[in-house]
């Protein structure tokens, strides 16, 4: 059984989860944003691609417009507002 670490260690290590904590929920984010901001140009092939991919996600059509919004680049006009 190894000993019982010091305050240093522990202190140590929280700082090292907290950074992968941090790293995680960035790399998250950005997937976020790529999956949302190709969403929104696929949405935009024919009339109806919202609800077929809303159907394909298995979620509301709704849903697909509000995080297309959400996740809209700054300099891209929205496709349908």
């Known amino acids: 059984?190894?000993?019982r670490?010091?305050?240093?260690?522990?202190a140590e290590?929280?700082?090292?989860?907290a950074q992968?904590?941090?790293r995680r929920d960035e790399e998250h984010e950005r997937v976020e944003t790529e999956f949302w901001?190709?969403?929104g140009?696929?949405?935009g092939r024919y009339h109806g691609a919202?609800?077929?991919i809303a159907d394909a996600l298995d979620v509301k059509r709704n849903q697909i417009l509000r995080q297309t919004?959400?996740?809209r680049p700054a300099d891209q006009p929205a496709a349908n507002d």
């Open 69 to 71: 919004k959400r996740y």
């Open 20 to 22: 992968a904590s941090q």
């Open 5 to 10: 670490p010091d305050e240093q260690a522990r």
């Open 41 to 43: 140009v696929l949405q």
């Open 50 to 52: 919202q609800q077929d």
């Open 1 to 3: 059984m190894s000993p």
């Open 13 to 17: 290590l929280r700082d090292l989860v």
């Open 37 to 39: 901001q190709s969403i």
